[in-house]
């Protein structure tokens, strides 16, 4: 009998194993009957004629039923689908996969491979001095409170926001403004199929009060007036391999309830998507990244926290050209944080296309307020950001807000593959480009044979030393050593963040196909901070960046 019973469970166990997960595309939707007006919500309509989208596009028809009950019949399991594709995504033996590979209706059936990459994870306790600078600081650096003095609050912005759980979000303080007014308008778990999202990884809960979450009167992020779709379609401490396709489908349903903003602080990577294949156009999500552009909503994504790690870069769906990609700053340097993912995309476009404190105070249940990192929370800062700005001129379209939001940030035009062009600034979309600022910080000294950069009198500022302490502090917890900083004092918590202006000389090197081979951030020690022999550069293009100043050269 314990024979019996072992290879019973050895057949059990090879079965379960040699199934693994498609894509099943299908040829067509003939025939299909679709009506727009009753399938989305006005607001996705609205946008739709915005945009000059079709309302009746091939992409929003559903897809064949009978084809849908022919792979039923056939597969192991089905585990959903998506319009946009006209596919199913499902798992199968290697005997079912030969019968649906058979079918006349089936166009491509694609195997699919990923893992999660989380860009990282009391509601009024006490909070110390340097958590009271760096909740301020994560505003400040992007000059918010322009915003909420100008009325600019995200309001009649619909934001969704894919990620893997929401917990306390229907019961803390920190959401009682979003939620007094009714604005969380629907909420899916794509993991379960129901609506309740309110449970599981409190990943989602930090991102939401980066975006919109209030502290007393104290913003944590800048859109605390817009409304919200809440979607679930991760498992922290089970993994499995129905992420990629459960946020194809959240993102379908943030474009049928009428989403402008998406967020997705989630990444993907594995061991057979290699770093070749981050070029916005292999990944799945990545094609619905962009697609999801072309009908209008922003996109916007975290770089990812691979910058110190093995893979490096960006994952999916970072590497989408038409998705907003958001990287990490050191709040304690004013620079890349170490484990920001790097750019640019496998076929050398820019990533990330901005960048925000990746050291945040957010909220998490059980902890309130706190300090925590990733770029997890760099992407939600950006996309409250983007509310408050689309608020300022709703007769922007999406890609315009987008190229917008980089024009604002602080280094642009200036930009590279660590920083992208920089933290955006509200007072870009808040005051007249005519009465902005305008100053020259260095100048460019040109002789026969040499080009020297000149820091000007007015602007020559010897900064502080940034210095980390990497050694444990006295009566510390062990498992906080690895995530302190350098503090004012070594018997508080009090911190002291870079402000916005610090005093780095930046400067790349472009090449003629229109990519960067370096780029360098230096500090400003000396006021001839640059020399370059013209001889050794034929052919190159320069562009510097000081304080608020930008100027390119091409060296002949």
């Given at each position: ?486 503090q004012d004092s070594y018997s508080t918590l009090d911190s002291n963040i870079k402000k916005s202006g610090a005093g780095y000389f930046y400067y790349h090197i472009e090449n003629d196909a229109g990519y960067l081979d370096e780029y360098f951030v230096l500090s400003v020690y000396e006021k001839s901070i640059l020399r370059i022999r013209k001889s050794e550069n034929i052919g190159k293009t320069y562009r510097f960046h000081y304080k608020g100043t930008s100027k390119t050269i091409t060296i002949e």
């Amino acid at each position: 009998m314990r024979i019996v019973l072992i290879l019973f469970s050895f057949l059990l166990f090879n079965a379960n194993f040699s199934q693994e997960k498609y894509w099943v595309y299908l040829t067509d939707k003939e025939g299909v009957e679709f009506n727009p007006h009753t399938y989305f919500d006005q607001k996705a309509i609205n946008r739709r004629i915005k945009n000059n989208v079709p309302l009746n596009h091939i992409t929003d028809r559903p897809l064949r039923t009978d084809y849908q009950k022919k792979i039923t019949s056939i597969a192991e399991s089905i585990c959903g689908d998506t319009r946009w594709f006209n596919a199913i995504a499902c798992k199968l033996t290697p005997q079912q996969l030969i019968e649906i590979r058979k079918l006349t209706f089936v166009k491509e059936v694609a195997a699919m491979s990923t893992s999660t990459v989380f860009a990282d994870g009391n509601d009024y306790k006490e909070l110390h001095k340097g958590e009271y600078d760096l909740l301020e600081g994560q505003i400040a650096s992007m000059h918010g409170k322009q915003f909420t003095k100008n009325g600019l609050t995200g309001k009649g912005i619909r934001i969704c926001i894919i990620d893997a759980g929401f917990p306390n979000v229907n019961t803390s303080s920190i959401y009682k403004h979003i939620r007094d007014n009714n604005r969380i308008l629907k909420t899916w778990d794509f993991k379960k199929n129901k609506p309740d999202i309110y449970r599981y990884s409190s990943h989602g809960s930090t991102v939401l009060s980066c975006i919109a979450g209030k502290r007393n009167e104290i913003f944590i992020g800048l859109a605390i007036d817009s409304e919200f779709l809440l979607a679930r379609t991760e498992r922290i401490m089970y993994e499995g391999d129905s992420e990629e396709e459960d946020w194809l489908m959240a993102i379908e349903w943030a474009d049928k309830n009428g989403a402008d903003i998406v967020n997705s602080s989630l990444g993907y990577t594995s061991a057979r998507h290699f770093i070749e294949d981050m070029n916005g156009e292999t990944c799945i999500i990545s094609k619905a990244g962009n697609l999801a552009a072309r009908k209008g909503m922003l996109v916007i994504n975290a770089a990812g926290n691979d910058g110190d790690g093995n893979w490096k870069y960006i994952g999916a769906p970072a590497d989408a050209d038409s998705v907003l990609s958001v990287g990490g700053i050191n709040p304690w340097t004013g620079l890349h944080t170490a484990f920001s993912s790097y750019g640019p995309t496998a076929d050398h476009r820019l990533k990330p296309n901005l960048s925000a404190f990746g050291h945040v105070m957010g909220y998490s249940p059980g902890v309130g307020v706190h300090e925590t990192q990733g770029t997890s929370f760099s992407s939600p800062l950006v996309a409250g950001f983007a509310a408050c700005a689309w608020q300022s001129d709703t007769s922007l379209t999406n890609m315009q807000l987008f190229k917008k939001l980089e024009e604002s940030a602080n280094l642009h035009p200036y930009f590279d593959y660590a920083h992208g062009y920089g933290i955006p600034q509200a007072t870009y979309f808040t005051e007249a480009l005519g009465e902005m600022e305008e100053m020259e910080t260095f100048t460019i000294d040109e002789s026969e044979s040499l080009i020297q950069i000149l820091i000007k009198d007015d602007y020559f500022t010897i900064e502080d030393k940034i210095v980390f302490d990497y050694f444990p502090y006295p009566f510390k917890k062990l498992y906080l050593i690895p995530w302190l900083h350098l503090q004012d004092s070594y018997s508080t918590l009090d911190s002291n963040i870079k402000k916005s202006g610090a005093g780095y000389f930046y400067y790349h090197i472009e090449n003629d196909a229109g990519y960067l081979d370096e780029y360098f951030v230096l500090s400003v020690y000396e006021k001839s901070i640059l020399r370059i022999r013209k001889s050794e550069n034929i052919g190159k293009t320069y562009r510097f960046h000081y304080k608020g100043t930008s100027k390119t050269i091409t060296i002949e």
